[in-house]
């Protein structure tokens, strides 16, 4: 019996190289799928990414403060919020953030819609936002240079305040939150602790293509106001007969 050597040539070896890989790489790509993660950003980072994609994508001058998650606003007073931005400052009312100055226009020069449509106010035309309870906001935009689709009337500025919305971070969420205000300018009568509550629910249905958001907040204060005013007042001015005779003595006559 005569035996046969076989010698692979390199031609040879490189089919089967290629072979085998071909069969080999479906297993791996189902493996490297398998593996795959997905990275969310959440807390202040994610915040910071939304405020700069307001920024980019809008049509000229805006600045945005988001929250972090759902209930979760930078500060528990909106004015306070809207100082962080550049070019805008605020007058406080018993030591809290009530109303904004933007680009030095005072309070009565600017706009403030909610959800796009205007806020009534009262006592003037500035707005006060120590009225509005900073859950249910998720996100609020200063527009400083005009735009079409947006309200006329902000010389100053245009603020606009996004409530949250349930369609926009699906499924059952629940925020609920307390605490008490120690107002020291109580002095006779009332309480210097005073509550404060509030409360979020949202959920979606119908594969998340319906959504329901409830939204509470209660505040009682009692404080103590102390001013000063003075009325108008004139000058008493002298009679003329008398200073006609005062010039008459000095002239000796």
């Known amino acids: 019996m005569k035996q046969f050597n076989l010698t692979r040539s390199r031609l040879a070896q490189a089919i089967t190289v290629v072979l085998s890989a071909a069969v080999l790489t479906p297993v791996n790509a189902q493996q490297a799928e398998k593996e795959i993660e997905v ?147 109580v002095k006779d009568e009332g309480s210097k602790y005073t509550p404060e509550i509030s409360g979020l629910i949202t959920n979606t249905f119908a594969d998340n293509k319906l959504g329901v958001l409830l939204s509470a907040s209660y505040q009682d204060r009692d404080n103590t106001e102390e001013s000063a005013a003075v009325d108008q007042w004139y000058p008493i001015m002298a009679p003329t007969d008398n200073v006609n005779n005062s010039n008459q003595r000095a002239d000796g006559t």
């Open 39 to 185: 990275i969310e950003v959440t807390g202040i980072r994610s915040s910071l990414v939304k405020s700069v994609d307001i920024k980019r994508n809008a049509n000229g001058v805006v600045d945005a403060i988001t929250a972090e998650d759902i209930g979760k606003f930078p500060d528990g007073n909106l004015a306070e919020s809207l100082q962080r931005i550049s070019g805008v400052s605020i007058d406080r009312s018993n030591g809290e953030g009530a109303k904004i100055t933007v680009r030095g226009m005072g309070p009565e020069f600017n706009m403030v819609t909610l959800n796009g449509r205007q806020m009534p106010t009262v006592g003037g035309r500035a707005f006060d936002f120590s009225n509005i309870a900073t859950d249910a906001v998720s996100a609020v935009e200063v527009y400083k240079t005009a735009k079409a689709g947006l309200p006329t009337g902000g010389i100053g500025a245009t603020v606009n305040m996004m409530t949250a919305r349930p369609l926009n971070d699906p499924g059952f969420k629940a925020v609920i939150s307390g605490k008490a205000v120690h107002e020291t300018s």
